[in-house]
C-alpha cells in the first residue's frame, strides 16, 4: 500500500485495519485530532513519518471491528447499536468501578503521591462530563439517526429533526468528545504514562492499568463516532 503523507489520520484509521493500534502505540491522535494529515500527526507526536508509515503498512492483520473498515458500509443503526453495547456499557461500567478503586488508592499513597490527588480530580471530571454525554447521545442523538436510516432503506423522506439539523447534535457531541480527550491526556501526563511507582500496591497497578485500557477504549469509542458515525450521518441527511 502506497500512504501519501497529506491523507488524514481519520482516513487511514478507517481505511486500514489495525491503524489505530499503530496511532495508539506512537502517540498519534486519531479520535478528535483526525483531521491532521499524517505529517502533521507525526510532527506533533515528534515521531517519524517513515516509520508510522511502514508500521501502518504491516497492519494487515487482526481484528478490524473498531478499526472503521466494516463500519464504512453496515448501516448506521448498527453501528449506533454497537456503539452503545461495547462502549457505551463498557465505559459506564468502568467509571463506576474506578471511582472506588481511584477514592481508595488515594487514601492509602495520596501523601506520598499527590499526583493522585490530581488524577482523582480529573477522572471525577471524565465522569462527570460523560455519563449525560452518553444519554444525550442514547435518548436523542442516535435514535434521530436510526429513523434516519430506517426512512433511507425504505425509500422514504428523512424525519425533520427538533433540532434544525443532524449537523447540530453533532458539533455539540464533538466538543464534548474534545473536552474528554483533554482530560485522558491530562490523567497520561500526570501518571508519567501510567507508569507504576516501585512503591505501589496490588490496587495501586490495577488502577493504572484500567486507566489505560479505559483511555484505550473511549480513542476507539470516539473514534466511531467522529470519523465513522458522524460524516456518514450529516451525508446521508444531506442526501435525502
Given at each position: ?37 499524517i ?11 517513515d ?45 463506576e ?24 480530580g ?97 480513542h ?21
Amino acid at each position: 500500500m502506497t500512504i501519501n503523507a497529506t491523507k488524514t489520520v481519520r482516513d487511514l484509521a478507517t481505511e486500514i485495519p489495525g491503524a489505530t493500534r499503530v496511532f495508539e502505540k506512537v502517540g498519534i491522535d486519531y479520535c478528535c485530532g483526525g483531521g491532521k494529515t499524517i505529517e502533521e500527526a507525526c510532527a506533533a507526536a515528534g515521531v517519524s513519518v517513515d516509520e508510522v508509515v511502514r508500521s501502518l503498512d504491516q497492519s494487515t492483520q487482526g481484528d478490524a471491528s473498531d478499526a472503521g473498515t466494516r463500519w464504512q458500509t453496515e448501516s448506521l443503526s448498527k453501528l449506533t447499536s454497537y456503539i452503545v453495547s461495547k462502549h457505551h456499557v463498557f465505559t459506564r461500567e468502568e467509571l463506576e468501578r474506578l471511582e472506588q478503586l481511584v477514592a481508595k488508592v488515594c487514601s492509602v499513597h495520596g501523601q506520598n503521591h499527590p499526583e493522585l490527588l490530581l488524577i482523582k480530580g480529573q477522572f471525577q471530571d471524565l465522569k462527570r462530563d460523560l455519563i449525560p454525554h452518553m444519554q444525550k447521545e442514547e435518548m436523542i442523538l442516535f435514535p434521530f439517526i436510526e429513523q434516519m436510516d430506517a426512512a433511507v432503506s425504505d425509500g422514504k423522506p428523512s424525519p425533520v429533526p427538533v433540532f434544525g439539523t443532524v449537523q447540530n447534535p453533532v458539533r455539540m457531541m464533538m466538543m464534548e468528545h474534545d473536552a474528554a480527550g483533554e482530560i485522558l491526556k491530562q490523567i497520561r501526563q500526570l501518571s508519567a504514562g501510567f507508569a507504576v511507582p516501585e512503591d505501589a500496591c496490588i490496587s495501586y497497578e490495577t488502577l493504572y492499568k484500567a486507566l489505560e485500557t479505559l483511555e484505550l477504549d473511549l480513542h476507539q469509542h470516539i473514534h466511531l463516532e467522529n470519523n465513522i458515525l458522524f460524516p456518514r450521518a450529516v451525508e446521508m441527511e444531506r442526501a435525502g
